[in-house]
């Protein structure tokens, strides 16, 4: 099974051919439709995801009911992992856009770590930048006002999901208003007003379709006011 193009930080792409062969002998692969659930918190099956096309968000619901965004798995990522569909963890996954995902036993998959060392290493490398990338997301919920964290939720997003082009950087995952406010701690007709701001001034353009990062220095200039 081909993937769609990859990230170069992405787990599949770390893979050797024989390596993926192995995963994919144990494995299924499912379609999942815009707006499916790959799994809630309260139906957990105890496997191993990894994404061949398609974008899916990780989220976990708060106290208070709203979702609060923590990744975005693009193709060539796993999840699913360290108890990332565990019941107690309040975890969702959900495509936000029609997906092919490879789906695997966690038992299965623990085995061929046990059998395949590199394997958990890689593994191992994916959960530590997971940890690095919330950590960063808990930075922005905590420090400076709305308009400074949308500067660094857009940073990040480049930096981490972004596609160089002539005309900037291309962000290809489809998200909201909404999808932005949770992830920055804002409420949504703040961001609205933020993004129309950055719209206006040619810097950012976020639609259905994805984040356009038309002016990168312009953008990291907002952080130095």
Known sequence: MQTEQCLPYSFVKQLHANEFRLINNISHDYKFNKGEY???A???DHSVYIMLTG???ISRMSQLGNELIQWFCMPGDIF???GENNLSN???AQAIT???ILKTKKVDFNQLMLEEPR???LVIDQLSSRIHALGDMVLYMASDNANLRFVKLMQYLGNNY????ENGIYIDIPTTHQDIADMIGACRQTVSGIISEYKRAGIVDINRHGMHIHKPEQLSNRLKH
């Open 38 to 40: 790959v799994f809630t």
């Open 42 to 44: 309260d139906q957990s």
């Open 55 to 57: 974008r899916v968000k």
């Open 80 to 82: 699913g992992i360290s």
């Open 90 to 92: 309040k975890v969702y």
């Open 98 to 100: 029609d997906c092919i």
């Open 119 to 121: 394997l958990s290493l």
């Open 162 to 165: 972004g596609q160089t082009k």
